[in-house]
């Protein structure tokens, strides 16, 4: 079946320092792949996106590109910054199925410090 | 407006009490979705309406209750909920055949005393 694996956190780095959050996943096809943020008390926010192989989704100096030869989409930032602290997803959808649900992974939860 | 609101935003309610959270989209999908999100869980999809249609009842206990009269507007009806339904309840919405990407709400914290 379909599945997505990544790092299990909490993640803590300082200001300024390089983040990598690990994300892999299991499906058949070409799914497309997300990044969603979560904030404290808040919703899911869609981060970026990837839609086919090699394609690099990239928001707010964050980027992921999507590596259909190692299932992989992980996630990379040059510079985090404290306001960057919340919890992060990556989810698939199966290809060719808009409109069915997202697949998650359970979250990495990233805390700078200044 | 922003583009998915729910309400309440926060309910507390006991295992004999029967209420209503609401999700409403002004993205001009036609697809939505309810999600569950409990502590130390991943996140759970509980039910997906396409065009106003059920399309996916992930087994979800019969105390949940769905409705949606259009597509601008989905419904979780609950009674008689137990203490481990206690959780944060996402909405989200979707264009079901062009796009894949899904636009949350900020969700309803219940808790269930």
């Known amino acids: 079946g379909n599945s997505v694996t990544q790092m299990e956190g909490p993640v803590t780095l300082s200001e300024e320092a390089f983040l990598t959050i690990n994300c892999t996943y299991t499906?058949?096809?070409?799914?497309?792949l997300f990044w969603y943020v979560q904030y404290p008390g808040e919703g899911l926010q869609l981060l970026l996106k990837a839609t086919k192989a090699d394609d690099k989704g990239s928001n707010k100096g964050f980027e992921a590109t999507y590596r259909k030869e190692t299932t992989s989409f992980h996630l990379e930032k040059g510079s985090v910054q404290v306001s960057d602290s919340a919890v992060y997803f990556c989810?698939?959808?199966?290809?060719?199925?808009?409109?069915?649900?997202?697949?998650f992974g359970k979250g990495t939860t990233l805390s700078v410090s200044s | 407006e922003t583009g998915v609101t729910q309400t309440p935003r926060h309910l507390v309610m006991g295992m004999t009490n029967k209420k209503s959270l609401k999700c409403e989209q002004h993205?001009?999908?036609?697809?939505m979705y309810w999600y569950k999100q409990s502590a130390k869980k991943p996140l759970e999809l509980m039910f997906v309406?396409?065009?106003?249609?059920?399309?996916e009842n992930n087994s979800v206990p019969s105390r949940f209750s769905p409705e949606c009269p259009n597509s601008s507007h989905l419904f979780l009806h609950l009674h008689t909920l137990q203490p481990e339904d206690s959780a944060l309840y996402l909405c989200?919405?979707?264009?079901?055949?062009?796009?894949?990407?899904?636009?949350f709400g900020p969700g309803t914290r219940l808790t269930v005393t």
């Open positions: 309406y396409n065009f106003k249609e059920q399309t």
């Open positions: 499906a058949t096809g070409y799914p497309s």
């Open positions: 989810a698939l959808t199966p290809a060719n199925q808009a409109g069915t649900a997202l697949i």
């Open positions: 993205l001009g999908h036609n697809a």
């Open positions: 989200a919405s979707s264009h079901p055949t062009s796009s894949y990407e899904q636009y």
